[in-house]
């Protein structure tokens, strides 16, 4: 593993953490727009995971990209990880009562 991040460059840095920034705010989103939805986490798991595997697969019929699972992971993870902040957001501003 150790090896595995002293040949990391730049660019797969920037892959790595892009994949999930750019499906942290869908992640946060989602269960805004679906309010009072049942077990929000695996709706926002399996949602991602269905959108990035949809964009992974127009990247291959359409020959713009390449399917990469990696991405498929990192942007279902981001989903989760928006997921996640939001409802650190939420209990976290949500008024204490006493």
Do not use: C
């Not at 991040?5 to 892959?15: D, I």
């Not at 750019?22 to 949602?47: A, D, E, H, T, Y």
């Not at 992974?56 to 020959?63: D, G, N, R, W, Y």
């Not at 990696?70 to 976290?92: A, E, P």
């Amino acid at each position: 593993m150790q090896s595995y991040f002293e040949q990391a460059t730049l660019q797969s840095w920037v892959n790595f953490a892009g994949n999930i920034l750019i499906f942290m705010p869908f992640g946060m989103l989602l269960p805004l727009l679906l309010r009072g939805m049942s077990n929000p986490w695996s709706k926002v798991f399996m949602l991602s995971f269905t959108f990035s595997l949809g964009l992974e697969t127009s990247q291959l019929i359409l020959t713009i990209g390449t399917f990469d699972v990696d991405d498929l992971i990192l942007n279902t993870f981001g989903g989760l990880l928006g997921h996640g902040v939001l409802r650190w957001l939420q209990i976290s501003i949500a008024p204490k009562t006493s």
